[in-house]
């Protein structure tokens, strides 16, 4: 017995955020009695919102409507909250900012703002915001790129939400409060479930498309397939989700870029476990990397061992540092010095140049570093790398031939920047006559003559 009991304790000592898997919230803080109004009216007018919100772990623990939605009034001094209206006879707010939700979740909420989430709607100035405003045009911006980083939300001289800006729940979003995000761009309303957003769906809205494939990526790769494979016996609907401990089939995005391990709790700053950011032009490692990647690592070590593990960094490192080296460094110096020199203006997306460099860098370039990061090899590869190289070398180094008034005006900056790495030799110079032969013998040997392939 006493055995039993010692291995108990040592159990909860190695897993010491076991115990604080279930949400833990003062019960005064929760329950008003206003809110019984608000959910006998709203059973009868929206049924399937009352449904929605009883079925969830808080409408069962009797979080109710006016907790959430309740709003202070404007009171001498006390500017009171913004977006307020009067609602059959209750001061409320639509929107339930994260800000409100830190009243019961103060832990979640600092993580969330201190992550690049929160900052997913600081992109006004972004050269794809110019894409986006100026060369598609507004209404695409508010249907389009704000629905996942977020909009600056409006309110109307009545308390009401400026339609241009709201609905909207992009994972930035600049909330009428100043708090940034929206707690349901992962939790959707009103269920608000944790099982919900520990499945790749809940991130896919956003983590998709031609510029981060990121859902793609996954579900090409073996997690991806595991997943599909085993979704229902993940124990996704428990408190507790320990990888390894709680559950072990595969990794989802939550499991590696948030949930617990048996060293670590869970967090809401998504950029903790990373090192490497895959986004700009030319990738740089984060400040703290090293400590980010051993987050990371530790996630990984539950299932798999050191050298798969390391293994899995090389190749990536190798990859991005080749994408870096081989295209993307010389591709920005060329054309900041075409820039320099007048030979291209200064704007964005005016000369066919900008064009061509954009989609090497922020589409084919980030396919190929998001690929090799998760284990996608048709997005390192067809999609990405095969993309780069085509372009750099097909429409890239012509058009600064055509640039530069033709191939002899070119020759001294293409030298300068691309021939003399020996990457890039063979563009120049062809293949040598012993590898085209090795070549010959190959398919003589695998298919029994050239005409065969
Ligand atoms: C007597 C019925 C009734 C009561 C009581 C009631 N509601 Fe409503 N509520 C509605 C109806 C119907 C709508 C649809 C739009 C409208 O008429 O305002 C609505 C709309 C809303 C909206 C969206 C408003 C908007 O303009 O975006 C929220 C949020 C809301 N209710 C919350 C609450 C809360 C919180 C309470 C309790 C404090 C409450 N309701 C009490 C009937 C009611
Ligand atoms: C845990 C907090 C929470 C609780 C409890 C809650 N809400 Fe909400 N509600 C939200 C959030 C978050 C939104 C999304 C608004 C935003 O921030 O964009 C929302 C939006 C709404 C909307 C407008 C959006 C829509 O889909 O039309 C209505 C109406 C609404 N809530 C009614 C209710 C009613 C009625 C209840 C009680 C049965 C309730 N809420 C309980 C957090 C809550
Ligand atoms: C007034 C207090 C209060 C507020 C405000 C509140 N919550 Fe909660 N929340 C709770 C309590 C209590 C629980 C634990 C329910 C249980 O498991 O018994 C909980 C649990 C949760 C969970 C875990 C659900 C699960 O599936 O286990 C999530 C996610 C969550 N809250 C999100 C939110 C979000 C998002 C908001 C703001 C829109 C919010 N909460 C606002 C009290 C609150
Ligand atoms: C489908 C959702 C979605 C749409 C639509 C979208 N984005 Fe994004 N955007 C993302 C995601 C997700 C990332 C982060 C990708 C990553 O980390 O790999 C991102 C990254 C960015 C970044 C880089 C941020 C940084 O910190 O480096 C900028 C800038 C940006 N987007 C601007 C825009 C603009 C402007 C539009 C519209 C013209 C737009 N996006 C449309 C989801 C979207
Ligand atoms: C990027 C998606 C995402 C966003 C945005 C998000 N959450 Fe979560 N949240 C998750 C995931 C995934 C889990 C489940 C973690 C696990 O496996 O236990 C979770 C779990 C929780 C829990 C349960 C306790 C815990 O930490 O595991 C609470 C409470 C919670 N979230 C509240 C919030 C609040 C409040 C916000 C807004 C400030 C928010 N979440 C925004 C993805 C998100
Ligand atoms: C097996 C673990 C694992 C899974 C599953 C996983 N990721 Fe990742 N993710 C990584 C690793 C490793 C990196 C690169 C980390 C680094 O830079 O060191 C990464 C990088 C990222 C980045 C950063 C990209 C950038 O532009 O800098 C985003 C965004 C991301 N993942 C989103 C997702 C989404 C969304 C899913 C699910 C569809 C997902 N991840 C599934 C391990 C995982
Ligand atoms: C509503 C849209 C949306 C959803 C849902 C979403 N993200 Fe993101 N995510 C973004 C945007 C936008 C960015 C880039 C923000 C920026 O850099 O300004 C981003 C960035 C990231 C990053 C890079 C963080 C860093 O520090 O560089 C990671 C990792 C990530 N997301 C993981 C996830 C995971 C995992 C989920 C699901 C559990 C998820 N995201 C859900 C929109 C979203
Ligand atoms: C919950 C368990 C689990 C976690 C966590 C996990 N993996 Fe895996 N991973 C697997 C399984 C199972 C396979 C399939 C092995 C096989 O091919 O038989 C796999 C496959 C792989 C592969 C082989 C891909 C291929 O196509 O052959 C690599 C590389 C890999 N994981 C790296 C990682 C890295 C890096 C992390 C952390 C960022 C990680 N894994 C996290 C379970 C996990």
Redesign the pocket.
């Given at each position: 017995m006493r055995r039993i009991l010692v291995l108990v304790a040592l159990a909860i000592l190695a897993c010491p955020f076991a115990a604080s898997?279930q949400?833990k919230v003062d019960p005064k803080l929760y329950g008003s009695p206003e809110g019984q109004v608000c959910i006998k009216c709203h059973e009868l007018k929206s049924p399937g919102l009352f449904r929605m919100w009883k079925s969830g772990r808080m409408g069962q623990a009797g979080v109710n409507c006016y907790d959430c939605h309740k709003a202070e009034k404007k009171n001498g001094s006390t500017p009171g909250n913004p977006g307020g209206f009067d609602h059959r006879g209750f001061w409320i707010t639509t929107i339930v900012s994260?800000k409100d939700?830190?009243r019961?979740?103060k832990?979640?909420?600092e993580q969330?703002?201190g992550s690049h989430?929160a900052k997913g709607a600081d992109i006004l100035n972004s050269l794809d915001n110019y894409l986006g405003t100026v060369v598609g045009g507004k209404a695409c911006e508010v249907t389009g790129c704000r629905q996942c980083h977020g909009s600056n939300v409006q309110v109307l001289k009545d308390g009401k939400l400026d339609p241009a800006t709201w609905p909207n729940t992009g994972?930035g979003r600049i909330n009428p409060d100043g708090s940034k995000?929206?707690?349901s761009?992962?939790?959707t309303r009103h269920r608000?479930s944790?099982e919900q957003?520990?499945r790749p769906d809940?991130?896919g809205k956003c983590h998709l498309g031609p510029d981060h494939p990121q859902i793609e990526v996954y579900t090409e790769s073996k997690h991806g397939i595991l997943y599909q494979a085993f979704r229902d016996k993940l124990n996704m609907d428990q408190?507790?989700?320990v990888v390894g401990v709680d559950y072990q089939d595969t990794a989802t995005?939550?499991?590696c870029h948030?949930?617990?391990t048996p060293n670590q709790?869970?967090?809401?700053d998504?950029g903790s476990r990373i090192s490497w950011t895959l986004r700009p032009p030319v990738s740089k490692k984060l400040e703290n990397w090293k400590q980010r990647r051993d987050n990371m690592k530790d996630v990984c070590r539950q299932c798999h061992g050191d050298p798969m593990v390391d293994g899995h960094y090389t190749q990536f490192d190798n990859l991005v540092e080749l994408y870096n080296n081989k295209f993307a460094i010389p591709a920005t110096k060329i054309r900041q010095k075409l820039m320099d020199t007048g030979k291209i203006t200064k704007a964005d997306f005016d000369d066919k140049l900008d064009w061509i460099y954009y989609e090497l860098w922020h589409h084919e370039g980030r396919r190929a570093r998001h690929g090799a990061s998760m284990m996608g090899p048709d997005y390192t590869w067809w999609h990405g790398m095969y993309e780069v190289a085509k372009h750099f070398y097909e429409r890239f180094l012509p058009e600064v031939e055509t640039v530069m008034g033709g191939k002899a005006a070119a020759e001294p900056i293409l030298n300068e920047f691309v021939y003399k790495d020996p990457m890039h030799r063979w563009y120049k110079e062809g293949m040598s006559k012993e590898e085209l032969k090795r070549l010959d013998d190959f398919y003589q040997k695998r298919y029994g003559g050239k005409e065969a392939k």
């Open positions: 898997a949400v994260p939700c830190s019961c979740h832990e979640q909420f969330q703002q989430h994972i995000g929206s707690c761009a992962c939790h608000f944790k957003a520990r809940a991130c408190n507790q989700w995005c939550a499991t948030i949930s617990a709790k869970s967090t809401h998504v």
